[in-house]
């Protein structure tokens, strides 16, 4: 049972730049969330994908965009980098439907280093 | 506001000896709460987690924690560390009608020979 996995490992990447972090959920769970741990801390939610449709967000700007596909996996987007998006993206995914506590099982992460 | 509160962001522990993890919590709602164990360079591992029933709940690796109503408090146990439990830990906190968890920031564990 393949559990979530994320893409690339690793990434660096130029201020201004733009980057797009790739996500596959648990087999079975349809429901996609993304977190960015910065050094040191706790991960922060950014936000959550069901349905094809982002459904809470968290206190981020608008240069972090998400899609979910039909597939059920998940992309990150974060436009116009800043030296402050360095740190790691986790992703998390749950079954809502048949988990209504919405546990979440999270990835490997993919760190983001921005120069 | 919401808020998780680890308040040791170091602890060292003798292998063989027993460990406590604190962490308290501040929610309006009542709060479905997550211990997460993560290695270096790794993502998080679900160690246990409290809904509602019984307040002390068992987990994975030896683990359990109990819940305290009173003392917004879920605190991480367990009787007999290994070497292999050092990690960074971190307690979490989600509600029904919300999809986010909040996360403390963490205590990072060392475990001596």
């Known amino acids: 049972d393949a559990g979530v996995t994320q893409s690339p490992t690793h990434l660096i990447k130029t201020r201004g730049q733009q980057v797009t972090l790739r996500c596959s959920p648990k087999s079975g769970h349809d429901t996609v969330s993304w977190y960015q741990q910065a050094l040191g801390q706790g991960p922060q939610f950014i936000f959550q994908y069901y349905e094809e449709e982002e459904r809470q967000r968290g206190n981020f700007p608008d240069r972090f965009s998400g899609h979910q596909f039909p597939n059920y996996s998940s992309e990150l987007n974060v436009n116009a980098l800043l030296l402050g998006d360095s740190a790691l993206y986790l992703c998390?995914?749950?079954?809502?439907?048949?988990?209504?506590?919405?546990?979440?099982?999270f990835g490997p992460g993919t760190r983001l280093t921005v120069l | 506001a919401q808020s998780v509160t680890q308040p040791d962001i170091h602890i060292t522990v003798s292998e063989g000896a027993s460990l406590e993890l604190r962490c308290n919590y501040s929610y309006g709602a009542t709060p479905y709460l997550f211990w997460y164990v993560q290695s270096p360079g790794q993502g998080l591992q679900l160690l246990l987690k409290?809904?509602?029933?019984?307040?002390l709940v068992q987990g994975i690796k030896g683990f359990e924690a109990e819940f305290k109503r009173s003392q917004s408090s879920f605190n991480l146990r367990k009787p007999s560390v290994h070497w292999s439990d050092a990690a960074e830990y971190f307690c979490?906190?989600?509600?029904?009608?919300?999809?986010?968890?909040?996360f403390g920031t963490g205590t990072r564990l060392k475990v001596l020979a």
């Open positions: 409290y809904f509602s029933g019984d307040t």
């Open positions: 979490a906190v989600g509600a029904s009608g919300t999809y986010k968890y909040i």
């Open positions: 998390a995914s749950s079954y809502r439907l048949a988990d209504t506590t919405d546990t979440q099982y």
